[in-house]
């Protein structure tokens, strides 16, 4: 019973730092808030996370790491093909993160403002988060040397922050843009993949 309820409170503390973090970014937020939203005492949240900063970085791992296991277990697959495609390259990249995110419902709309928000977060801030992606980061990268030859290191590095950018437009604006342009805010996963890659796509082989 103590076990089911430590592990109560830790994701319960988790899900109020990740509404605070997503709204105040990590500087605006307060362990005292988080502490005084969440019920509990500052006892609780050292025992589970420690500091601001380990807390942090607990609610990006949570997101990060399914999502990119996902990410880099497609990306395998797609790259032993032997006419391996950008397209697919650039989909085993969008669909865990859009698809984990829709399948969330309400604390989707809050962890995509938390995740837009946290890519323009200050050091040394930006470098504990970018540590969680870095490995993904890499292998597509690489995986872009396959599919787009010839290139220059800048280049590619150019293209993945394209290519990221276009996601973190999407998690932070999808509410705005689902009202400014459609009737209907319930936005298909397959659509969204679909005009990323699209997208992607284009740019990138106009890069060549």
Excluded at 54 to 71: C, H
Excluded at 89 to 112: D, H, V
Excluded at 183 to 193: I, L, T
Aim: proline share 3%.
């Amino acid at each position: 019973m103590k076990l089911a309820e430590k592990k109560d409170t830790k994701t319960h503390i988790l899900d109020v730092a990740e509404r605070h973090f997503a709204i105040y970014g990590f500087a605006g937020t307060t362990l005292r808030g988080i502490i005084k939203e969440a019920d509990v005492n500052v006892a609780a949240v050292a025992y589970h996370f420690g500091s601001k900063e380990d807390l942090y970085s607990a609610v990006i791992e949570r997101f990060a790491k399914p999502v990119v296991e996902e990410q880099l277990s497609r990306l395998r697959k797609e790259i032993v093909k032997r006419n391996v495609k950008l397209t697919n390259i650039l989909t085993a990249f969008y669909e865990p993160p859009i698809a984990l995110i829709k399948s969330m419902g309400k604390r989707g709309a809050t962890l995509s403002l938390f995740l837009g928000r946290c890519q323009t977060e200050q050091e040394p801030i930006y470098s504990m988060i970018d540590k969680h992606f870095a490995p993904c980061r890499d292998q597509f990268l690489l995986a872009m040397r396959q599919v787009l030859p010839g290139l220059s290191k800048k280049d590619y590095h150019w293209n993945f922050e394209f290519m990221l950018s276009l996601i973190v437009c999407f998690l932070t604006r999808q509410q705005v843009i689902s009202k400014r342009y459609t009737a209907n805010e319930n936005w298909q996963v397959d659509d969204v993949v679909s005009r990323l890659v699209g997208f992607c796509t284009a740019g990138m082989q106009d890069s060549k």
